[in-house]
Nanobody
Framework: QVQLMESGGGLVQPGGSLRLSCVAS????????MGWYRQAPGNQRELVAT???????NYADSVKGRFTISRDNGKNTIYLQMNSLKAEDTAVYYC??????????????WGQGTQVTVSS
């Protein structure tokens, strides 16, 4: 199991930047994939960006070229650098950890979320 804690959310103006952090309670070497998801009021939770243990990344089309996911294994931390923020990026952002033991044993862990509001 793993506990996740996000930070870095807040209010930012359109076109601005924000960096989110997620600290895991265990070494991220043992986590198969980590990522960021977001949910705006009235919307379903959607994938923003993921990174597996080999460093391969995946981004939602809506954030490609603007957001970058990265990690620091020594600090058990993943980051989401968000640039050129738009009003439609406003949402609660959640950190996710995915662990695969077998095809019949997969686990997902979630942080409590951090609010990102893009507004003038």
């Amino acid at each position: 199991q793993v506990q996740l804690m996000e930070s870095g959310g807040g209010l930012v103006q359109p076109g601005g930047s924000l960096r989110l952090s997620c600290v895991a309670s265990r070494s991220i070497f043992s986590i198969d994939a980590m990522g960021w998801y977001r949910q705006a009021p009235g919307n379903q939770r959607e994938l923003v960006a993921t990174m597996d243990s080999s460093g391969s990344t995946n981004y939602a089309d809506s954030v490609k070229g603007r957001f970058t996911i990265s990690r620091d294994n020594g600090k058990n931390t993943i980051y989401l650098q968000m640039n050129s923020l738009k009003a439609e990026d406003t949402a609660v952002y959640y950190c996710n950890a995915h662990i695969v033991r077998s095809v019949r044993a997969e686990y997902d862990y979630w942080g409590q979320g951090t609010q990102v509001t893009v507004s003038s």
